[in-house]
């Protein structure tokens, strides 16, 4: 075992700690007690730390087949691959489609004109409008605006919280962040994963075949045009923003 006061003292500040173990809640409550008692103990400010855990004190991790032993470190690291089999084995694709073509998905992540660029775009989209629409401004300014790595976790968390919660896990942050996992943006995710599965077995078999862009942003640009039209100063912003920007 290692005292968490060993850790700490290590690791210094600013520091992100991922906690991917059943249990993690634990080590959390432990760590935000040292926290305030080292604030009251100095005259420095809380430290600037940022904590993610995979379940509450109470939970165990996930021992169905159907997930990795180190589901939310896959959800952090890997979401595009994570988010893809986890949807293929809820949709209608799951009997027709061989899963390890989702291992081969085709293209590179910052090219947007392949498969697989084009879905982390639209991850990015998606996550980005939901932690835009759901989270309290200064909160999203820090954690999404601040700095690429923080704002890539967080996205990815985002996605981490909906997959351990479909198997009753539910993750914990430190800054405490609202529950996003229902959001309805979610839906549009399903949708763009679906048309990409879809495409899937025919871009592989044929290398040189044209790639066809997702209508998602077309649709979303649509939906923006739609609040233009008929939005006012009353109404609440337009949940498309982020999209529009991306």
């Known amino acids: 075992p290692l005292p968490i ?13 991922v906690f991917d ?23 420095s400010s809380v430290k600037d730390c940022i904590l993610l855990a995979a379940c509450e004190a109470h939970q165990t991790l996930p021992q169905s087949a159907e997930y990795p032993a180190d589901v939310f470190t896959a959800c952090l690291t890997t979401p595009i691959k994570m988010a893809l089999h986890w949807f293929c084995k ?22 947007r004109k392949t498969l697989l660029g084009e879905l982390n775009w639209i991850f990015t989209a998606i ?34 919280e909906r997959i351990m ?5 539910s993750p914990i942050t430190y800054p405490l962040l609202p529950p996003t996992h229902q959001h309805h943006m979610w839906d549009a995710w399903d ?6 599965l879809s495409k899937l077995p025919h871009l592989i078999a044929d290398p040189n075949a044209e790639f066809q862009p997702s209508p998602f942003f ?11 039209d008929h939005g006012s100063e009353d109404k609440k912003p ?8 991306q």
Request: proline share 4%.
């Open 5 to 17: 006061t060993d850790l700490d003292s290590w690791l210094k500040t600013p520091s992100i700690y």
């Open 21 to 43: 173990c059943s249990a993690a809640g634990m080590i959390v409550k432990a760590f935000l007690e040292r926290l305030d008692w080292s604030s009251s103990s100095s005259a």
């Open 90 to 111: 809820r949709s209608l694709l799951s009997g027709s489609l061989d899963h390890s073509l989702i291992d081969q998905i085709p293209g590179r992540q910052n090219d």
């Open 127 to 160: 996550t980005d409008t939901i932690a835009w629409n759901v989270l309290p401004h200064e909160l999203f300014q820090r954690l999404f605006r601040q700095d690429l790595l923080v704002a890539s976790l967080f996205r990815n968390f985002l996605l981490a």
């Open 165 to 169: 919660r479909s198997a009753n896990c």
């Open 191 to 196: 949708m763009a994963a679906e048309i990409c």
């Open 218 to 228: 077309t649709e979303q640009l649509t939906a923006f045009e739609v609040w233009l």
């Open 238 to 245: 337009p949940e498309q923003l982020p999209i529009v920007l």
